[in-house]
């Protein structure tokens, strides 16, 4: 083989060697180009973050009491007026209610004064009863007396003494009976004429319960407010048109709403969580709440309950959330107030976990791109938890190294993917 040819082969191996080096480069560099992290092992604290507002752990609304027919309103508490527990929060018109009282107590007065004539009327008559019963008796045993002399007497006497005796005691049977009528007859119309008088009492105790009805009370210490007049247009309500609050002089139906009375002494907060978080809060869970436009107040409490059934979303019906009720200790706010509730969950110990940046949603499952070699191998996993910043993962062994961004992904090496599903916004570890 001549010295050109052997250059010529030379040549050509190498400009082959070098084809393969630059079809094999981008791929190394690639490989580099991404950006990596290495899985650790510790403890991660779940803190869950969502909106919240104050309310009152106590409220109660005021109704018109049930008399029947509409009632006027003569007094009301304005809308934030602080009330305590015994004041006067409404008061309708009592002018019917107060001629019914004064109705019943005279029927009661006249059910009395019948009572004590019938007992005096009854007093007499037994003094006469007892007057007749001495007469008779007094017969009965001077006939006796006179009977007993009949051996001393003719026979014709005799006969005449035992039919008077006979006749006296008749007279004595009879007196008594009519006696023990008449007092039958005067306990009847006493207990008739005493139940007249109970049942005027009874009406003077429900005519005054209903005129204290009137003035209603505040239970407790709280807060005044006035509800809207559903019936300030008669009734019909347009869809454009602003009811009114309740005034003085307004008539409402028994058992309508005038207005609410907050203790606002004792609050809560109220808050809705994920369903993703709902398996990390728990009732004794420490929780902050940050006042919104207030950056210097803010709330600590404790975790009250948590729904175990989802609340309905109106807009939302796809996505799941639960009712959350927190406990705030030495709350300076009045309910109404929105801010920031963070919930600080258990601490996760001894347990694996990566950026959630590394985490990939492939064909709808968790899967991270572990490093392999100069290469990357995709790996389904299980998530256990998120936070803002990591993922924890139950299936993932030691500490490999893992891919930030999709290798497999379209476009310029080291372009970031979407992670694996849109997730709610937590707190970072």
């Given at each position: 083989?001549?010295?050109?040819?052997?250059?010529?082969?030379?040549?050509a191996?190498?400009?082959?060697?070098?084809?393969?080096?630059?079809?094999?480069?981008?791929?190394?560099?690639?490989?580099?180009?991404?950006?990596?992290v290495?899985?650790?092992?510790?403890?991660v604290?779940?803190?869950?973050?969502?909106?919240?507002?104050?309310?009152?752990?106590?409220?109660?609304?005021?109704?018109?009491?049930?008399?029947?027919?509409?009632?006027?309103?003569?007094?009301?508490?304005?809308?934030?007026a602080?009330?305590h527990?015994?004041?006067?929060?409404?008061?309708?018109?009592?002018?019917?209610?107060?001629y019914?009282?004064?109705?019943?107590?005279?029927?009661?007065?006249?059910?009395?004064?019948?009572?004590v004539?019938?007992?005096?009327?009854?007093?007499?008559?037994a003094?006469?009863?007892?007057?007749a019963l001495?007469?008779?008796?007094?017969?009965?045993?001077?006939?006796?007396?006179?009977?007993?002399?009949?051996e001393?007497?003719?026979?014709?006497?005799a006969?005449e003494?035992?039919?008077?005796?006979?006749?006296?005691?008749?007279?004595?049977?009879?007196e008594?009976?009519?006696?023990?009528?008449?007092?039958?007859?005067?306990?009847?119309?006493?207990?008739?004429?005493?139940?007249?008088?109970?049942?005027?009492?009874?009406?003077?105790?429900?005519?005054?319960?209903?005129?204290?009805?009137?003035?209603?009370?505040?239970?407790f210490?709280?807060y005044?407010?006035?509800?809207?007049?559903?019936?300030?247009?008669?009734?019909?309500?347009?869809?454009?048109a602003?009811?009114?609050?309740?005034?003085?002089?307004?008539?409402?139906?028994?058992g309508?709403?005038?207005?609410?009375?907050?203790?606002?002494?004792?609050?809560?907060a109220?808050?809705?969580?994920?369903?993703?978080?709902?398996?990390?809060?728990?009732?004794?869970?420490?929780?902050?709440?940050a006042?919104?436009?207030?950056?210097?107040?803010?709330?600590?409490?404790?975790?009250?309950?948590?729904?175990?059934v989802?609340?309905r979303?109106?807009?939302?019906?796809?996505?799941?959330?639960?009712?959350?009720?927190?406990?705030?200790?030495?709350?300076?706010?009045?309910?109404?107030?929105?801010?920031?509730?963070?919930?600080?969950?258990?601490?996760?110990?001894?347990?694996?976990?990566?950026?959630?940046?590394?985490?990939?949603?492939?064909?709808?499952k968790?899967?991270?791109?572990?490093?392999?070699?100069?290469?990357?191998?995709?790996?389904?996993?299980?998530?256990r938890?998120?936070?803002?910043?990591?993922?924890?993962?139950d299936d993932?062994?030691?500490?490999?190294?893992?891919?930030?961004?999709?290798?497999?992904?379209?476009?310029?090496?080291?372009?970031?993917a979407?992670?694996?599903?849109?997730?709610?916004?937590?707190?970072?570890?």
């Amino acid at each position: 083989m001549s010295r050109r040819t052997i250059l010529a082969t030379v040549a050509a191996l190498a400009v082959a060697l070098a084809a393969v080096a630059v079809r094999a480069w981008p791929s190394a560099s690639s490989s580099q180009a991404i950006p990596t992290v290495h899985a650790q092992r510790g403890q991660v604290e779940v803190t869950i973050h969502t909106t919240g507002e104050v309310r009152a752990a106590r409220a109660t609304p005021i109704f018109t009491p049930a008399t029947g027919g509409q009632l006027q309103i003569v007094a009301l508490a304005e809308s934030g007026a602080a009330v305590h527990a015994g004041d006067v929060v409404v008061e309708f018109d009592s002018a019917e209610q107060a001629y019914n009282l004064e109705q019943a107590r005279f029927d009661l007065d006249q059910a009395t004064q019948e009572i004590v004539k019938a007992d005096a009327a009854a007093a007499v008559d037994a003094a006469e009863d007892e007057v007749a019963l001495l007469h008779a008796r007094f017969d009965v045993r001077r006939a006796e007396l006179d009977a007993g002399a009949n051996e001393l007497v003719g026979a014709l006497q005799a006969r005449e003494n035992a039919i008077l005796l006979e006749d006296a005691r008749q007279r004595l049977a009879q007196e008594e009976g009519n006696v023990a009528v008449k007092r039958e007859s005067s306990r009847a119309s006493s207990a008739g004429l005493r139940e007249k008088q109970h049942k005027a009492e009874l009406a003077v105790r429900a005519a005054q319960h209903v005129l204290d009805l009137l003035r209603v009370r505040a239970p407790f210490d709280g807060y005044v407010t006035r509800r809207q007049n559903l019936q300030a247009f008669g009734g019909i309500i347009f869809s454009l048109a602003a009811l009114p609050e309740y005034r003085v002089g307004d008539a409402a139906y028994s058992g309508q709403a005038i207005a609410d009375l907050t203790d606002a002494s004792r609050v809560e907060a109220g808050a809705k969580v994920s369903e993703e978080d709902r398996a990390h809060v728990t009732a004794g869970e420490p929780v902050d709440f940050a006042v919104d436009g207030e950056p210097s107040i803010t709330l600590h409490g404790t975790v009250r309950a948590v729904s175990t059934v989802a609340s309905r979303q109106l807009f939302d019906a796809g996505r799941r959330q639960f009712d959350v009720t927190v406990d705030l200790a030495g709350a300076s706010v009045r309910p109404g107030v929105t801010g920031v509730i963070t919930v600080h969950g258990p601490v996760l110990r001894d347990v694996v976990y990566v950026p959630r940046a590394a985490v990939f949603d492939m064909t709808e499952k968790p899967t991270v791109f572990v490093r392999r070699g100069h290469g990357f191998e995709p790996r389904s996993v299980r998530v256990r938890t998120l936070t803002e910043s990591v993922a924890v993962l139950d299936d993932l062994d030691g500490a490999p190294e893992v891919a930030l961004v999709n290798p497999t992904a379209s476009g310029r090496a080291g372009a970031a993917a979407p992670s694996a599903a849109p997730l709610p916004q937590r707190a970072s570890r």
